[in-house]
């Protein structure tokens, strides 16, 4: 709620300041609205934004990273698909727990280290369910040939429910992982 409150007084501030700029002339001929400099401009951020399909057929694609050349994606279903030279191949990630299936759940967040190059270390968030419950987990995956696997649990028994499970990890400015949690159904944790 608060989110669409700053966006809704972004939005009226640049039309406030936009209407009251609304009677100023412009200087000089490069100034004019479409202008041979304008549409210049224009087409040099057009050509900018162009977009590029590097995979199809996804399967639900939760989160991407980048190494060098090579694209990293999740797949909530369990898998990660490494993208190179075009090249589009499902890699396996043998995890300690079965991924839920529960909606919006799976292997869902995923970071490359820092030093990826030389450790093949990777962190990964994912939903799972035991006797006790459904839980998240954010665990380091080891990248060995085309396979990763888990090896250490850093944080386990994240809340988890029929959907929101969170799952976005980010390693900050301070080199320390970061991941957000869902409200799991219960807004009150949100």
């Known amino acids: 709620m608060m989110l669409v ?11 406030f300041v936009t209407a009251c700029n609304g009677d100023e002339q412009p200087n000089s001929m490069e ?8 549409l210049e401009n224009k087409n040099e ?8 399909i590097i995979a199809e057929n996804l399967h639900v694609p939760w989160a991407i990273e980048k190494a060098d050349d090579i694209f990293y994606l999740t797949e909530r279903p369990g898998n990660i698909v490494k993208i190179e030279n075009g090249q589009v191949e499902r890699q396996n990630v043998e ?18 280290d820092e030093d990826f ?3 093949h270390v990777a962190y990964a968030y994912y939903t799972y ?6 839980f998240n987990r954010i665990v380091t995956l080891h990248l060995d040939g085309e396979t990763w696997k888990e090896e250490e ?11 929101h499970h969170g799952g976005r990890l980010k390693i900050g400015p301070d080199d320390k992982l970061y991941a957000t949690a869902g409200d799991a159904s219960d807004p009150e944790i949100a």
């Open 129 to 134: 369910e035991d006797e006790q419950g459904q």
């Open 117 to 119: 190059s030389e450790s």
């Open 5 to 15: 409150k700053v966006l809704s007084f972004s939005l009226l501030f640049i039309f």
């Open 153 to 163: 649990v850093l944080l386990d028994q994240i809340p988890s429910g029929a959907y």
């Open 95 to 112: 995890l300690e727990r079965e991924l839920a299936t529960a909606a919006e759940a799976g292997l869902l967040g995923f970071v490359l």
């Open 45 to 52: 951020l057009d050509s900018s934004n162009e977009q590029e």
């Open 31 to 38: 100034e004019q609205p479409g202008s041979s400099a304008e």
